[in-house]
């Protein structure tokens, strides 16, 4: 008997549309959820950390003088903070910033500050800045100096030692 034939009740089951439908939107979430997660693992944490000698001591030093020049004034000379500013060394600076990106900090610091003239700070100034207070942190130097580009500095803050 041919399949056009058969009674209703012997013919198999033709999805309807909306099941058809159902089925198309589930395999394409499907796909997107394994994009996102191949993407996520490509975006993992960065591979370098504070402890890999991301400055230079030269660059420490230039920026010892950029910052008693334009951020000491509120955040103390020792970096300690005061009831207007926030530490930038320390328990708190480290609980704040821990697993953080230095990509973050410096953004953070080229775009808001000084607070009476936020931006006014340059790439260099800002990656200064963070190489001294990563030198104050006690955190090793090394041969290369910290980059300007924010989008290169994927250095991740971790306060122990790995």
């Known amino acids: 008997m041919a399949h056009h034939l058969r009674p209703l009740?012997?013919?198999?089951?033709?999805?309807?549309?909306?099941?058809?439908?159902?089925?198309?939107?589930?395999?394409?979430?499907?796909?997107?959820?394994?994009v996102v997660a191949v993407a996520g693992l490509a975006a993992q944490a960065p591979s370098r950390t504070v402890w890999d000698g991301v400055y230079t001591e030269a660059q420490a030093a230039r920026g010892a003088t950029v910052y008693a020049a334009q951020c000491a004034g509120c955040h103390l000379q020792t970096l300690a903070g005061s009831e207007a500013a926030p530490a930038l060394v320390g328990d708190q600076f480290n609980a704040t910033w821990e697993n953080g990106s230095i990509a973050d900090l410096f953004e953070r610091i080229r775009v808001s500050m000084p607070v009476d003239r936020p931006g006014s700070l340059s790439r260099r100034q800002t990656a200064d800045i963070v190489a001294y207070m990563l030198s104050v942190g006690r955190f090793p130097s090394g041969a290369a100096p910290l980059d300007t580009q924010s989008e290169l500095l994927q250095i991740r803050y971790l306060s122990s030692r790995p």
């Open 9 to 34: 009740f012997l013919r198999p089951p033709v999805p309807s549309t909306a099941v058809r439908l159902s089925l198309v939107l589930g395999l394409v979430m499907a796909l997107v959820v394994s």
